[in-house]
């Protein structure tokens, strides 16, 4: 495994991987350029038939995180985003507890780069 950080809506290169997961960073995009830029990043670096993971503030979910606005997703908006190329294999949604006891709920979705 490889951490990498970096600013997803800036130029950045990684070698090619078999595995894309974010937890919580999408739904933070909320302006069409950086969504754009974020999805061509997973299409550069992304293997064949590799998996991405992106888990989102689900559409039930909170409309603002830490003071920010944030975009909610269902499976069908995450594959929407994504576009082609990327076939949706599962979703999972969860009901994430924070520790000031408040409850958001998350969607996860999974989804295999078909090229």
Not at 46 to 61: E, R, Y
Not at 79 to 102: I, M, N, Q, Y
Request: contains cysteine.
């Amino acid at each position: 495994m490889r951490w990498i950080e970096a600013d997803v809506t800036e130029s950045w290169t990684a070698p090619a991987m078999d595995i894309w997961h974010d937890r919580a960073v999408f739904h933070f995009l909320t302006e069409a350029r950086d969504r754009s830029l974020y999805v061509a990043h997973v299409r550069d670096v992304l293997k064949p038939n590799g998996t991405v993971i992106i888990g989102t503030f689900a559409l039930d979910g909170p409309e603002r995180c830490s003071g920010l606005p944030v975009r909610r997703y269902d499976a069908a908006g995450i594959a929407a985003e994504l576009g082609d190329g990327f076939r949706l294999v599962e979703t999972v949604l969860e009901s994430h507890r924070t520790p000031a006891g408040t409850v958001q709920k998350f969607s996860y979705s999974r989804l295999v780069h078909d090229v």
